[in-house]
């Protein structure tokens, strides 16, 4: 394995959405022929975000609440 090192690179993010025939479409401020490293990450927060919007009564608690205000 052979070691490189191409000094800082620049990191970009863009939130997009893959279209119904699968593909991904951004535009980057890079030359054409350009080459560039994608990392494409899935956000699967939805069901966690649903979760924790569901209910809050685990806030109140009033054994957590007298743990906490005496710490």
């Known amino acids: ?10 990191s970009l993010k863009f939130e997009a959405e893959i279209g119904s025939d699968g ?4 535009q980057v401020p890079s030359a054409a022929g350009e080459r560039v490293v994608v990392f494409v ?4 927060f939805s069901d966690l975000t649903a979760a924790a919007e569901s209910s809050l009564d685990s806030w109140d608690n009033p054994l ?4 906490w205000n005496n710490a």
């Open 64 to 67: 957590d609440a007298e743990d």
């Open 41 to 44: 990450i899935a956000e699967t």
């Open 23 to 26: 593909r991904l479409e951004i």
């Open 1 to 10: 394995m052979i070691a490189t090192n191409f000094g800082p690179q620049a």
